[in-house]
């Protein structure tokens, strides 16, 4: 024991020089190790957010793409100005319309219910007690596709004529033909909803539509320019005192001044909104010296006299 005692004091020094050295050795070893893993998690932590980064931008080019992209139009439809506008192209359009136009110059009721939708009591008494109108002919269909399939916007060119006058007056209606569930064609007579409404409104801005206008204009001052009797007729008798009075339900009328809507065919109705000049209308009936339109969803009157 004496001995080892001895061994030990003359060697603690160099015990003691290397436990420091392991010591210090176990130190660097432990240094070493965390400055590796602290880069190796720098190096990752750059690699997440350079790639969340491009993620980022990716993601914003995607975002920014789909907005420059044009807004597509609702499954189903097709802009107006895309389509063309087409004569007799639909046979069994044109049948529909000239029966249409038939049993409403017969002020058959019952014939043109079995092509609309809708006749109401008040619209079959306008028909069975037209004093003026006596027949309709030369039936032609010029026909836009309409904005979903077995849909068509119609314009119908024909003749009408009053009783006693030997001029038939051209005209020109839109109409809007559906198909059922059975497959059978009709005029829609009914409100259609907003973005219907709006495409068949555009149709009007075809180029197409818009000469085959000016060609109706044209025949109709032909007409009361070749016969002194029919100008006579429609200036001072007529149904009113002007053209819009003698036109037919469904005719387009141009606003000649910018004039007010009112609910009731009278001064005293309540004023729904305005009509600006040169806008135009559909005609949907007519009251005395008032004509009947639609306007923003509701029914309208505007004075006769007020359109070109």
């Known amino acids: 024991m004496d001995n080892f005692r001895e061994w030990l004091s003359d060697n603690l020094r160099y015990i003691l020089l290397g436990l420091f050295i392991i010591l210090a050795l176990a130190v660097i070893f432990l240094g070493i190790r965390f400055l590796s893993s602290r880069v190796g998690s720098d190096d990752e932590t750059a690699q997440v957010q350079q ?74 008494a306008k028909i069975t007690k037209d004093p003026y109108i006596e027949d309709y002919g030369d039936v032609e269909t010029y026909t836009v596709e309409g904005p979903s399939e077995g849909t068509y916007v119609v314009f119908a060119r024909y003749t009408y004529k009053f009783k006693d006058i030997d001029t038939a007056v051209p005209g020109l209606s839109q109409l809007y033909v559906c198909t059922d569930e059975d497959g059978k064609l009709y005029i829609a007579t009914r409100e259609q909803d907003q973005q219907t409404q709006e495409y068949i409104e555009n149709t009007l801005d075809l180029q197409e539509v818009q000469e085959l206008r000016e060609e109706v204009e044209a025949d109709y001052e032909t007409a009361l320019e070749s016969d002194e009797n029919l100008r006579d007729f429609i200036e001072n008798i007529g149904v009113g005192t002007s053209k819009a009075a003698s036109a037919a339900e469904g005719d387009q009328l141009t606003v000649k001044s910018d004039c007010n809507v009112r609910s009731e065919p009278s001064e005293e109705g309540e004023i729904l909104g305005k009509l600006g000049e040169g806008q135009q209308v559909t005609k949907m009936g007519s009251e005395g010296d008032w004509i009947e339109i639609t306007y923003e969803e509701q029914t309208g009157y505007v004075r006769s006299d007020l359109f070109e």
Request: glycine content about 4%; cysteine-free.
């Open 51 to 124: 790639e969340a980064s491009d993620d980022e931008i990716k993601e914003d080019a995607s975002a920014d793409a789909a907005a420059n992209e044009p807004t597509a139009a609702p499954e189903g439809t097709v802009a107006p100005e895309k389509v063309p506008l087409e004569k007799e192209a639909y046979p069994e359009v044109t049948t529909v319309i000239q029966t249409y136009y038939t049993a409403l110059g017969n002020k058959d009721t019952a014939g043109i219910k079995s092509v609309v939708d809708s006749l109401d009591a008040t619209e079959e």
